[in-house]
């Protein structure tokens, strides 16, 4: 699986992003699929995840009520809306699959193919 992520760019504080993540192969709607995002001088952090039915996603906590993870399996796309952004949201942002499509992983370990990674900047 092969991923290209897209969308970031320059955002002001409470503005809004979506970022796409498209994969190629025809696996793509078996894997649940993460957004991670790493901040200069930061760790790789866990964002979110969907499973491979789009019926259950779970985030961070820093996250949730902010962020949307949704996934269309006909388009190989899977996209992370951000809404109410902060400047601590500044980060570059990752997609990155996981073959075990059904069970949730927040630990970058757990993914197998990873996107090249969108820069998304807040300012305040």
């Known amino acids: 699986v092969q991923l290209q992520a897209s969308g970031g760019g320059l955002v002001q504080a409470g503005g809004s992003l979506r970022l796409s993540c498209v994969a190629s192969g025809r696996t793509f709607s078996s894997y649940a699929m993460g957004w991670f995002r790493q901040a200069p001088g930061k760790e790789r952090e866990f964002v979110g995840i969907?499973?491979?039915?789009?019926?259950?996603?779970y985030y961070t906590d820093s996250v949730k009520g902010r962020f949307t993870i949704s996934r269309d399996n006909a388009k190989n796309t899977v996209y992370l809306q951000m809404s109410s952004l902060k400047p601590e949201d500044t980060a570059v942002y990752y997609c990155?699959?996981?073959?075990?499509?059904?069970?949730?992983?927040?630990?970058?370990?757990?993914?197998?193919?990873w996107g090249q990674g969108t820069q998304v900047t807040v300012s305040s």
């Open positions: 990155a699959a996981r073959a075990a499509g059904y069970s949730i992983d927040t630990t970058a370990s757990g993914y197998g193919y």
């Open positions: 969907i499973i491979w039915s789009g019926g259950s996603t």
